[in-house]
């Protein structure tokens, strides 16, 4: 049962607040005091504060601006030293303890409260936090999400998201339900309240993951330096009210980015200790908050640089309502301040009107969001004026904070901008739109046609432009410029002959669009109207007329960063099939223009526009060969790393760098199989680890008699071994014979989702026409010339490429074999025959379903390729010859020859994808593919000598007396004529020898003509351009090619749908390793201006070179220390040296003086029996 939970005088809150959580839905709140260790609940009270009853029946989302609203509390309960770790919907809390810091963030979750009932929920966890640490937590559609970091001395760490949600509704018990695995290179992760995983990985790569289907969504580019040990690093996202803007703070930078194309508008390092950041979103506008320990900061999302700031006791003083009294505890959420006044938690929505003017008049803040308005706003404006005739007064002022816009007789439009140390409008410019007919190129009919510009509605959008709707489309107006002018900065065209029909549709369009963007302007209409669409305005007091789509598509292309950002892809597209090269260019430039910090990354996801444009680009391989050398080097860090690679496998250059974040979901019963499958293989590791010690024993027994003085018993000299020389010594002696040191600096390919699939497609139709991606569509040579392209190939390859291949080869293999059994083994029986024969023929029909598919995919691409005509018949004459054969139980031997000659040719064939062999065989192909039109030449031309050579030498009569002739002469027939040639060219003329030469003047001439045009000068002819082929062609880059094309064919027609979308094997961003010694060679070539390679020479960003030089200074350093204690080895060597001679000399001295007194003994003994007898 449940545990009641103790409630505490639940008529009076307590005081001090230290924390609030939300529910999601805003309707209930919990507080919590350090002080009183106790947490209260609130329930929203619908009744504004000193407002009458109808306004009360308002729901939160729905209640007047300005207004304040209290929370009604609910109940107090004492936590002791816990604290509320998140709040759901249905008022469960979950409770536990908390450290977050910047060198520790770890939770605890202790209890889940149910605080509609009074009670504590029953948790049953298989958590161990020792080894798991929970890092995250959040309530979602009434389940509670933690996200954990485990521990394991084998694998490392790993991450988990684990669900927790009612096991028994009624017994109250509370268990893991599911489980997100999330890989091992995560540094971190967050839950919106949206239901979107954010993932952060080791290359400051941020990816977006549907939470209910694990689906990939979108990916975010951090430019960040982690540090080694990334397990206390700090960072936070939030998404704007609208999920339009997404804004990231980690330790030191805040990025502000686009949701629905990923690309960051801003990036802002601050040098303070920020304390919370949240979005204001209020009248349609938003901003960025930061708060720190005693001010506030409020910045423009899309330019962070601009800011205003004061202290954070203003902030609610200037918003609150005047008559309200909050105490300490104040918090801004949104467009809503949460306060305690009377000891109560209140609530106020803050208005526009209110926010403008504290902007205004407190901040001195002159300036507005430059952002376009959100497709909501537009398609609200368009429903409102759907009855196109059905007009409204419109010859009215539309009044804003800074702005405000005059309209005269429905087409002249004044506009003012105020002056706030006048507190007066000062004029700013004026423009009339046409008013009578004109003509314009209807690019819908492909027509000139006729206009009566008639406006039929303007509205003042929330930063202050002025949208107007005419007869003839949707305009935007805007002052927001360098020019401080009014300029047209969008603009929605429909057909004015049908206009309610037209509207009709383009709501349907945008409606059914699910990005928050406006879609992009039709660039077709607007540069084919260029000078057709004019308005006067007046200069100095004149008028003067402007073309304002040419003014549009200037700003879109010069001036506008923002709106290039968001529109560049269809502007550039548009360009290309128009052959605009030198806007083309202008684009190019202002994206890639070398800037003063040349920061590539800031820059990547930009790159997506030349990526989605890469086919048309190709139709400019200059635009292409510099953008590749430009973009050659995008690094995301500002330092080299170092690893370790076996030399007997070849360096990890231009290899993958980090595993591609996949989570998946882990089931119970999954869960269940590895703990088995780890049992299952940890048990023969122990026998062995038993038998080695055994062993081990045996040995060591007669030695421990030889040396016991140094052990006690056997058993710790086995012990001593095990430890310190098959543990210890062993694996180090083994990394330091077989592994070497590499160091590298990261890369990233410069085109973002070039491999990579959308995310939504119908299954079975795509399942019959895949949809292919840039790389798969087409491959583009120049690309593999450069180590872009090798990168791209490798990681593709390793990632699952060898792998289909091989089971593509087993496949064929198979196949093969079983026809080749039959084919040359005779002793084979009657039903082992037939069951190879059988299997032939369905394997042989997987394998045409294959080519059938390229074929509907395709049909001229898959025609037109020579290579598809041999594959299609390595399958279909073995399995044609075996249907045969089964039927008759003979079949003929030419068939059964050809499909052999197939078969095998077709095998080899598997080798180009190969390194071994792999150059060899794609320089083949390319010799056969540049010389075709050759062989075809020199065809004609035998043919020639063969028709010639027949008719000059077949026989004058089929008489049967001339039989023995007509098997020998080879001129009987054309084909054998042919025939005959083709010897005569490889040197047999074997085919003349039947006729004489010297009567014959015509047969002369022939075979002179024939023996020096063909054998010698064509033959000699081909050769050389042969060598000059092989000579001038890169063989990397052939192989390259040839692999980039299997791996498309994989792709598209031995892959499943949903295998396409999967990250780990097509991400957006390809992070790749580069070695530093390739790179230091490279920078020493061009700086020597001596770059000699195929590509064309690469650009060097300012930060590389101070790596460079950095490594340069560390390589010196490195090896001044290396002769230091080589220097050092050899003095300490030579003071060995010296003192073992010198332990040598005083031992010989020793043994001299030694030896000298026995000589000395000897001697004075010897005299002294010689004394004794002389004596006697």
Not at 209 to 220: I, M, R, S
Not at 693 to 711: A, D, Q, R, T
Not at 1007 to 1032: A, D, H, Q
Request: glycine share 2%; charged share 25%; with cysteine.
């Amino acid at each position: 049962m449940a545990e009641i939970i103790i409630e505490i005088n639940p008529t009076k809150p307590h005081n001090g607040i230290a924390e609030l959580l939300l529910s999601p839905n805003g309707e209930y709140a919990v507080t919590w005091s350090r002080d009183g260790n106790s947490i209260c609940g609130w329930q929203i009270n619908n009744q504004p504060i000193k407002q009458s009853v109808e306004q009360s029946t308002r729901k939160l989302g729905e209640q007047s601006e300005n207004k304040s609203y209290q929370f009604e509390l609910k109940c107090l309960i004492k936590v002791e030293d816990k604290c509320p770790l998140a709040v759901s919907n249905n008022k469960y809390v979950a409770i536990g303890t908390k450290t977050w810091d910047r060198h520790n963030r770890d939770i605890r979750l202790n209890d889940i409260l149910d605080l509609a009932n009074k009670e504590k929920i029953i948790l049953k966890l298989d958590l161990n936090y020792f080894i798991e640490h929970i890092r995250f937590i959040r309530f979602y559609n009434g389940d509670l999400y933690i996200y954990t970091c485990k521990y394991d001395d084998k694998f490392g760490y790993n991450y988990f998201i684990h669900k927790i949600s009612p096991k028994n509704l009624y017994k109250k018990i509370w268990t893991i339900s599911n489980s997100i695995s999330c890989g091992k290179d995560v540094v971190d992760c967050y839950l919106s309240e949206e239901g979107k995983i954010m993932f952060l990985d080791r290359c400051g790569s941020l990816t977006q993951w549907n939470l209910n289907t694990l689906l990939f969504e979108k990916q975010y580019q951090l430019y960040l330096n982690l540090p080694a040990d990334s397990t206390y690093f700090t960072w936070h996202c939030i998404f704007s009210k609208n999920s339009t803007l997404l804004a990231v703070n980690t330790n030191e930078f805040i990025y502000t980015y686009l949701t629905d194309n990923s690309i960051l508008l801003s990036k802002w390092k601050f040098n303070y200790i920020l304390l919370h950041l949240e979005f204001i979103s209020i009248g349609g506008e938003e901003r960025l908050l930061l708060i720190f320990n005693d001010f506030f900061e409020i910045r423009n999302p899309y330019d962070l640089q601009y800011v205003i700031y004061d202290k954070i006791s203003v902030l609610f003083d200037e918003l609150l309502n005047k008559d309200m009294k909050p105490e300490e505890f104040k918090k801004l959420i949104y467009d809503k301040i949460y306060y305690v006044s009377d000891e109560n938690l209140c609530v106020q929505k803050v208005s526009k009107e209110q926010w403008d003017k504290y902007l205004q008049e407190a901040l001195k803040d002159n300036s507005k969001i430059s952002g376009l308005p959100v497709k909501s706003v537009i398609v609200e404006i368009l429903q409102k004026y759907k009855d196109i005739h059905k007009s409204e007064i419109i010859n009215q002022p539309y009044n804003g904070s800074l702005v405000k816009w005059e309209i005269i007789n429905s087409n002249v439009v004044n506009v003012f901008k105020k002056n706030f140390e006048s507190n007066e409008w000062e004029f700013i410019d004026y423009i009339e739109l046409p008013s009578s007919y004109f003509d314009y190129y209807d690019t819908e009919n492909r027509k000139w046609a006729f206009s009566n510009p008639i406006c039929s509605g303007y509205k003042l959008l929330h930063n202050e432009d002025l949208a107007m709707i005419t007869t003839y489309g949707l305009f935007i107006w805007s002052i927001w410029n360098k020019f401080q002018k009014i300029r047209l900065r969008y603009y929605i065209y429909w057909n004015n002959s049908l206009p309610e029909y037209t509207l009709t549709k383009i709501l349907e369009n945008l409606q059914k669009n699910e990005s928050n963007l406006l879609p992009a302007p039709d660039f077709d209409f607007i540069a084919k109207n260029c000078e057709m669409f004019r308005l006067r305005t007046k200069e100095r007091e004149l008028f003067k007329e402007r073309t304002y789509f040419k003014e549009l598509l200037e700003d879109y292309i010069e001036n506008e960063d923002l709106l290039t950002k968001l529109y560049g892809q269809e502007l550039l597209n548009f360009y290309l099939k128009t052959k605009k090269y030198e806007i083309v260019e202008k684009l190019y430039n202002k994206f890639f223009y070398k800037t003063e910090n040349h920061n590539f990354l800031e820059k990547i996801r930009s790159l997506e526009i030349f990526t989605l444009s890469f086919i048309e680009l190709t139709q400019y391989p200059q635009i292409l060969r510099e953008f590749l050398s430009y973009t050659s080097f995008i690094h995301p860090t500002f330092i080299f790393e170092n690893t370790e690679f076996n030399k007997f496998f070849s360096e990890p250059h231009l290899q993958n760098h980090i595993k591609y974040l996949q989570p998946f979901f882990i089931s119970n019963i999954s869960e269940a199989f590895f703990r088995f499958f780890n049992i299952l293989t940890l048990i023969p590791r122990l026998f062995i680890l038993l038998v080695v010690c055994i062993v081990l024993f045996i040995f060591c027994l007669p030695y421990y008699f030889l040396i016991s003085n140094k052990f006690s018993s056997p058993f710790e000299l086995t012990g001593y071994i095990i430890e310190k020389i098959i543990l210890e010594k062993i694996p180090k002696f083994i990394k330091k014979s077989t592994y070497k040191e590499f160091k590298y600096i990261v890369l990233i390919f410069p085109l973002p989702k070039f491999s990579s699939y959308e995310s939504k497609y119908n299954y079975w139709k795509e399942l019959i026409f895949p949809i292919p991606s840039i790389f798969s569509k087409h491959q583009f040579p120049e690309l593999y010339k450069s180590w872009h392209g090798e990168a791209l190939i490798n990681f593709k390859w390793n990632a699952y490429g060898k792998y289909y291949f091989f089971a593509i080869f087993i496949f064929y293999f198979i196949f093969m074999l079983c026809f080749l059994v039959v084919a040359t083994i005779n002793e084979l029986s009657n039903n082992t025959q037939n069951l190879l024969l059988i299997i032939t023929i369905i394997l042989g029909s997987l394998h045409l379903t294959f080519e059938i598919r390229q074929c509907i995919n395709s049909p001229l691409s898959w025609i037109t390729d020579i290579w598809n005509y041999f594959d299609i018949g390595a399958i279909l004459f073995p399995v044609l010859t075996s249907i045969d054969w089964l039927q008759s139980s003979t079949t003929p031997i030419w068939a059964i020859t050809i499909s052999i000659l197939l078969l095998e040719l077709k095998f080899v064939t598997f080798f180009r994808a190969i390194e071994f062999g792999g150059a060899h065989w794609a320089m083949i192909i390319g010799v056969i593919q540049n010389s075709l039109s050759f062989f075809v030449i020199i065809g004609f031309i035998m043919f020639a000598f063969a028709h010639s050579l027949y008719v000059l030498l077949r026989p004058m009569s089929n008489d049967l007396n001339n039989l023995e002739e007509l098997n020998t002469n080879m001129f009987t027939n054309l084909y054998t004529a042919y025939l005959a040639v083709y010897m005569m060219l490889t040197g047999d003329s074997s085919s003349l020898s039947d006729w004489s030469s010297t009567g014959n003047l015509i047969l002369i001439v022939l075979i002179v003509l024939f023996s020096f045009f063909t054998t010698i000068y064509l033959m000699n002819l081909f050769i050389g351009l042969l060598s000059n082929f092989i000579s001038e062609s890169n063989k990397k880059e052939l192989f390259l090619l040839q692999r980039a094309k299997i791996l498309s064919e994989i792709e598209l027609f031995y892959m499943l749908p949903y295998q396409r979308r999967k990250n780990e094997w097509f991400p957006e961003l390809i992070f790749y390793r580069f070695s530093l010694d390739k790179l230091y060679d490279i920078v020493t070539k061009i700086q020597d201006n001596k770059w000699d390679d195929t590509i064309d020479k690469p650009y060097l960003p300012n930060l590389l070179l101070k790596i460079i030089s950095k490594y340069k200074v560390e390589d010196k350093d490195v090896l001044l220390q290396k002769v230091e204690e080589i220097k050092i080895k050899i003095h300490e060597s030579t003071n060995d040296e010296n003192k073992l001679i010198e332990e040598k000399l005083n031992k010989l001295e020793d043994k001299l003086i030694q030896k000298l007194e026995d000589n000395k003994k000897m001697i004075i003994q010897e005299l002294k029996n010689f004394l004794l007898k002389e004596e006697g």
